[in-house]
């Protein structure tokens, strides 16, 4: 039910640079580019075979174990954070509903950027929104678009998860969370 579909390789392990774009036979595709007619003359040049190949290893090996540990992980850090911060949100749809490999937390009352700052000198890396996006200073306009409300969207963090990601590491990550945003609270 998808017209197109593109993802960048290193999302899934592989190579940087490389990606690939999924398209319906009935969406016709034109070129930016014009020359040697390669790829059924949909761009010119040699296609770079070793990325190629990289990205189709990357992609098998995101078999269902992958998707199925992720899910779990995810649920794991997610059930351990609102045991202790009930009033945590889950932005968007629910978590076995949504990709395996990320999840997008609100804390209101907090800026995203204080909590990021203290996990950092835990040595827990999340970030704030898109790669593309945390550095503009705005809201996040993913989180407007779904109608969060600002007072959740300046608090929200994304936290992403991987084939070596291990169930250790969401329990320590909860525990600093939550101790984080405890001191925090208390202090404000």
């Not at 779990?72 to 949504?98: C, F, H, S, T, W």
């Not at 907090?110 to 704030?128: K, N, P, Q, T």
Request: include cysteine; charged fraction near 25%; aromatic fraction near 6%.
């Amino acid at each position: 039910d998808v017209d197109m579909y593109s993802a960048s390789a290193h999302k899934i392990h592989g190579p940087k640079g490389a990606g690939f774009l999924v398209c319906k036979k009935s969406v016709h595709l034109h070129p930016i580019l014009y020359g040697g007619g390669q790829q059924e003359n949909w761009r010119s040049g040699t296609v770079d075979a070793s990325a190629a190949a990289g990205t189709a290893l990357a992609a098998s090996l995101m078999a269902e174990y992958d998707k199925q540990r992720m899910y779990r992980m995810k649920r794991r850090l997610y059930e351990r954070i609102a045991a202790d911060i009930p009033d945590v949100v889950l932005n968007g749809q629910p978590l076995e509903q949504a990709a395996p490999h990320v999840m997008s937390l609100g804390f209101a009352g907090l800026r995203s950027e204080v909590l990021l700052h203290m996990l950092e000198d835990d040595e827990i890396l999340i970030s704030a929104g898109s790669a593309c996006s945390t550095k503009k200073g705005k809201y996040n306009r993913v989180l407007r678009a779904m109608r969060v409300p600002d007072s959740v969207a300046v608090g929200s963090v994304r936290v992403s998860f991987g084939r070596f990601n291990t169930e250790e590491e969401c329990d320590i990550a909860a525990e600093r969370i939550v101790h984080h945003i405890k001191a925090f609270r208390r202090q404000s």
